[in-house]
């Protein structure tokens, strides 16, 4: 009898340990479990902050792009007042700066419109100056305000500018050099 219950009590001791490992057993699985999904939280996290990086990296590559388009064009009236030393208050414009109240000045190549902006400027008369290599702005200041004026190169390359910009023109100067016969209509 007492080998009989000796025997039960380690049965049932077995059965205990057994039912202790199985919970440990399904501890260590719902660990695991638990350990993915903060895995998988954390990698989703991180992708998002990625695309969030490269959606701010491709908007500043945008915005860049947009402000070397600027620069560029800038650079290059800059090249513009290079070659034009001698002309006073000169830039170039990248837009008109305010709609409608710009003062285009035209005519052919040597007909003497940087000249005639010089004087303007500056009560000067200059004899020796560069062809206009694209725009030639001159801003002069009366007792009013600001009067713009916007030359146009008269050389072959920039003639097609004038089509652009006759529209935003508040007035229209157009210059001729009389002396010059052989272009005279
Ligand atoms: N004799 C004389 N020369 C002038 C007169 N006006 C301009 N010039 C000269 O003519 C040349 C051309 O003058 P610009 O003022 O550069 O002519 P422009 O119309 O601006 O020419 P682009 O910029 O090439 O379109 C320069 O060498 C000037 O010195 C003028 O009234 N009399
Ligand atoms: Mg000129």
Same mark, same amino acid.
């Given at each position: 009898m007492e080998r009989g219950k000796v025997k039960k009590k380690e049965k049932e001791k077995e059965t205990e340990k057994e039912k202790i490992r199985e919970k440990g057993k399904e501890e260590k699985v719902k660990r695991k479990e638990v350990e993915q999904k903060i895995k998988e939280k954390e990698k989703e996290k991180q992708e998002k902050q990625e695309r969030r990086k490269r959606k701010e990296k491709e908007e500043k590559r945008t915005k860049q792009g947009k402000e070397t388009k600027k620069e560029k064009e800038q650079f290059k009236g800059q090249e513009e007042e290079g070659e034009n030393? =001698?002309?006073?208050l000169t830039r170039t414009p *990248?837009?008109? *700066?305010?709609?409608?109240?710009q003062i285009l000045v035209l005519g052919? =190549?040597?007909?003497?419109k940087t000249s005639v902006l010089h004087s303007l400027a500056s009560n000067r008369v200059q004899h020796s100056v560069a062809p206009t290599q694209g725009f030639n702005a001159v801003c002069i200041n009366t007792e009013d305000g600001q009067m713009e004026f916007l030359e146009i190169g008269g050389s072959e390359p920039f003639r097609s500018y004038s089509e652009t910009y006759l529209s935003k023109g508040l007035l229209l100067i157009f210059v001729v050099d009389s002396a010059d016969h052989s272009r005279l209509p």
């Open positions: 030393k =001698d002309s006073t *990248l837009e008109p *700066l305010e709609k409608n109240k052919l =190549d040597g007909a003497g």
